[in-house]
């Protein structure tokens, strides 16, 4: 996996990198952090790197910049302590003001017009982020409330409209790829859900839409207002779901394969890590089958492949997150090693 596409930190804007065991990981910051994203992103082949100093120096403006001015969400609170959080200021008042917010709303336990699925998934990594033992309540909190607010056809979107939205849904699967990485129990039937909703609302030229148009067979039909961006994001929660159900045709083994690799010294073993809460647990899939996930991924490579480009003009470093996230999936699933890739 690329340097520039690896370990990074990204959430409508600030990303910075960070090893996550052979993990991608990524996690909102906001908007005022968008150049960090420009500069980690564009500037590869200059050989910057996210201890550069004048990266070092950007992230550091920035987070002045959050020091002097507040937004009175929840959900933007939450934000602004998950960049406090990432840049290691984890006693920052920002950060405490954002597990605050959590808390308020754990405590209140009423439907809340505020908690929508973005803020949601905030929350739900931020806590991860800040202490999966000390705020495992509150995490199953807000699992338990994204489970509850997922559509019958495993997308979540609007409460008003019916369809699920491949931005919102996209959300819901990182925040679970997030807690599941710490341990946390992710509902099986609800990731095959998630899935099955991924497979029926792709296009037949491989791309998806704005508002999910959910095929009532297996084969595809029609999406409307597709884009790079929802092509990204599509692409990064069909990946999430292949590692949750660790479907990786890249890293499978023989049971002969597998009894060398016992015979091997402890030191030369693969290792695996145990989150915070326990070991994740793959998941087994109900109906979905890796055939059709991993087809529905390629049809997503092919439209990438006739209509890639960077500046897709508005909304360009919301797409250019997504975009990191769903090739960072792809080169760990194909064992690509590339410290400046291409893309």
């Not at 596409?5 to 990981?25: F, P, Q, T, V, Y």
């Not at 920052?92 to 405590?107: L, P, W, Y």
């Not at 499978?252 to 009894?259: A, I, L, N, P, V």
């Amino acid at each position: 996996m690329s340097k520039a596409g690896a370990n990074h930190i990204a959430w409508n804007g600030l990303e910075w990198r960070e090893m996550l065991s052979n993990k991608i990981h990524i996690v909102a910051i906001g908007a005022v952090c968008f150049a960090v994203v420009v500069v980690l992103s564009a500037s590869a082949h200059a050989g910057v790197t996210p201890e550069s100093p004048e990266v070092q120096k950007l992230v550091t403006n920035a987070l002045q910049f959050l020091e002097k001015n507040e937004d009175p969400r929840p959900g933007a609170k939450m934000l602004v302590g998950l960049a406090f959080l990432k840049a290691g200021k984890r006693d920052h008042s920002r950060v405490i003001q954002a597990i605050d917010e959590c808390r308020k709303m754990v405590k209140a336990n009423v439907p809340n017009p505020e908690l929508d699925v973005y803020t949601n998934g905030i929350a739900i990594i931020l806590l991860c982020e800040a202490s999966p033992q000390k705020y495992a309540k509150e995490i199953e909190f807000f699992l338990n409330r994204l489970k509850g607010r997922q559509k019958p056809h495993g997308g979540w979107g609007y409460e008003t409209a019916d369809s699920g939205d491949t931005s919102q849904t996209q959300y819901g699967a990182l925040s679970y790829w997030e807690a599941h990485r710490h341990g946390f129990k992710i509902d099986a039937a609800s990731v095959d859900r998630l899935a099955d909703w991924l497979v029926r609302t792709q296009g037949p030229d491989g791309a998806w839409g704005y508002q999910g148009k959910v095929s009532p067979t297996d084969y595809p039909v029609q999406q409307t207002e597709i884009s790079n961006s929802l092509l990204a994001a599509g692409m990064g929660a069909s990946y999430i779901c292949a590692d949750l159900f660790g479907m990786h045709p890249t890293t499978s083994q023989t049971k002969e394969e597998e009894q060398e690799v016992t015979k091997l010294p402890a030191a030369l073993r693969p290792v695996t890590e145990n989150g915070p809460i326990g070991e994740p647990q793959t998941l087994h899939a109900l109906k979905m089958t890796a055939s059709k996930l991993f087809h529905a991924i390629d049809a997503g490579h092919g439209w990438m492949t006739k209509n890639y480009k960077i500046d897709i003009g508005d909304r360009r470093f919301y797409y250019l997150y997504g975009l990191e996230r769903y090739k960072s999936f792809q080169e760990m699933f194909n064992s690509i090693e590339d410290k400046s890739p291409q893309w």
